[in-house]
């Protein structure tokens, strides 16, 4: 199996530029999360969706930020316009819906917003 | 709000100690408890889950308790290696999504 793939491993880009970030979850999964960690506050969880669908995106910081999944094998978070701010390392993680959930963590998109 | 507080930073320790790291919460009654590990530069990588009603889980090397009166949960690595070096987050689950602590970084040194 080859895990939770995310592209790109690395993304410089400059204030105020569209930044998508691409996850595909391990093949039969139905859980999916997106995550946020800094030094500063850790893992923090943005969006996660069950089935294709979003089912808390209370994390998302703000409106610049978007998730979507359209199907059970890809799922984008995208950052209109970025800021400095959001430089950090975004984690995809996918599991099982089941009550205790392992997550299976993707490498992460290392963001630097210049 | 839920907290969740690993007990530092950093801790170094000598090859072959017991390394001992704490994982402290509140305003939470969590189901069940996650420890990963994190190396640089990847993602965190599940190793163990307690729930509620355990007291303890051994795998390998590894040993973590779970005190739900105490709010706290230990996790043990015994005769530790180098290799064990890495970043060790708990996290906290039940009804909501898992919350994790920002990690303590450990150091093995030979």
């Known amino acids: 199996d080859a895990g939770v793939i995310q592209s790109p491993r690395h993304e410089v880009t400059e204030m105020g530029q569209e930044v998508t970030l691409r996850c595909k979850p391990i093949?039969?999964?139905?859980?999916l999360f997106w995550y946020r960690q800094t030094m500063m506050r850790g893992l923090e969880l943005l969006i996660y969706f069950n089935n294709n669908v979003p089912i808390d995106d209370s994390g998302m910081p703000e409106d610049r930020f978007s998730a979507k999944m359209p199907n059970a094998s890809f799922s984008t978070l995208k950052i209109q316009p970025s800021e400095p701010r959001d430089s950090a390392v975004y984690f995809c993680?996918?599991?099982?819906?089941?009550?205790?959930?392992?997550?299976?963590f993707g490498p992460g998109t290392r963001l630097l917003v210049l | 709000s839920q907290k969740i507080e690993q007990n530092s930073e950093a801790l170094n320790i000598q090859e072959g100690k017991t390394a001992t790291l704490t994982c402290n919460y509140t305003?939470?009654?969590?189901?069940?408890l996650q420890w990963y590990r994190q190396d640089p530069g990847r993602g965190p990588v599940f190793l163990l889950l307690?729930?509620?009603?355990?007291k303890e889980k051994r795998k390998e090397r590894l040993k973590v308790t779970f005190d739900t009166t105490l709010k706290q949960s230990l996790f043990h690595i015994t005769a530790s290696q180098p290799a064990d070096s890495a970043t060790y987050l708990c996290?906290?689950?039940?009804?909501?999504?898992?919350?994790f602590g920002k990690g303590t970084r450990l150091s093995v040194i030979a």
């Open positions: 093949s039969g999964h139905n859980s």
């Open positions: 305003n939470y009654s969590p189901a069940y």
């Open positions: 307690i729930r509620e009603n355990e």
């Open positions: 996290a906290l689950g039940g009804n909501t999504p898992l919350v």
């Open positions: 993680a996918s599991s099982l819906a089941s009550r205790e959930e392992t997550q299976y």
